[in-house]
């Protein structure tokens, strides 16, 4: 299978290293285009094919991914729509708020649509460990579903959902990143007042998040439960969290979420 990107900044590139890191997909089979000649340089250097032409990347490959942003997705599509093989290629778009419609009137041609997905994983695709969501378009083939969800499998987990639960998506994993750091960097700062360097209170609140989803995994425990199991009657567990309580600590989470989800 080859694989062409074009888009190489944040996301774009996120996915692409995660693609260089994995075993799914051979290096010479992986190309990325993009108009800085900084960011081209930097993944040729990884062992990839680098280009500043759209349409040089979109021929010949199986799966297209355009990860640009949203407001040049447009401009994008049809700059490669005529070297697009709609009865061979897959289309994949990654950009927040584009709609199937929209999609489908800027490639529509002949009457004819090119198999395409909606998709949204997050940065740590780089990783390896991106939550991703995937929406098979109208047009998209059972047998293009299965090639398109494993190849973002081999880079973290992915859900086939419906188009109108991607925004929700985004804010829960896409944002939720994001939200995710922001509770290590105030449990790291707790850790300094605690009287840890701020290094090793990093450290010990990142094995600790950690060690947390390692555990739910394993155990299939809702986390209530688990949280259970650490909650002794009078102990310091249950008086730190009945604390955040009273902070807001759960409705912020659920209204933070909210919010992103607009």
């Known amino acids: 299978m080859k694989i062409s990107i074009i888009g190489a900044?944040?996301?774009?590139?996120?996915?692409?290293?995660?693609?260089?890191?994995?075993?799914?997909?051979?290096?010479?089979d992986i190309c990325i285009s993009d108009p800085s000649r900084q960011q081209r340089e930097r993944f040729a250097n990884m062992g990839i094919t680098a280009t500043p032409s759209n349409q040089l990347a979109a021929q010949g490959a199986d799966v297209v991914c355009v990860v640009v942003k949203p407001w040049l997705v447009e401009q994008v599509l049809k700059g490669i729509k005529d070297v697009l093989d709609y009865e061979q290629q897959i289309l994949v778009v990654v950009?927040?708020?584009?709609?199937?419609?929209?999609?489908?009137?800027?490639l529509s041609k002949d009457d004819k649509m090119i198999s395409s997905f909606l998709c949204i994983p997050n940065i740590a695709i780089a990783q390896l460990q991106s939550m991703t969501f995937l929406v098979p378009l109208a047009e998209a083939q059972p047998r293009h579903t299965e090639q398109v969800k494993a190849l973002f499998d081999s880079m973290g987990q992915t859900i086939i959902t419906e188009e109108n639960h991607l925004g929700a998506g985004t804010t829960l994993a896409s944002c939720g990143i994001a939200y995710a750091m922001r509770y290590i960097r105030a449990a790291s700062e707790g850790g300094v007042e605690l009287g840890f360097k701020a290094d090793d209170a990093k450290k010990i609140v990142m094995q600790t998040v950690r060690g947390a989803v390692e555990l739910l995994e394993a155990t299939g425990l809702h986390p209530e439960a688990a949280i259970d199991l650490v909650t002794t009657p009078g102990g310091v567990t249950i008086k730190g969290l009945n604390e955040m309580e009273h902070a807001g600590f759960t409705s912020a989470v659920i209204r933070g979420l909210k919010a992103g989800a607009k």
């Open 95 to 106: 950009a927040a708020g584009v709609k199937s419609d929209d999609i489908r009137q800027w």
């Open 9 to 28: 900044g944040a996301m774009g590139g996120a996915i692409a290293e995660g693609l260089i890191k994995g075993d799914y997909i051979n290096n010479e």
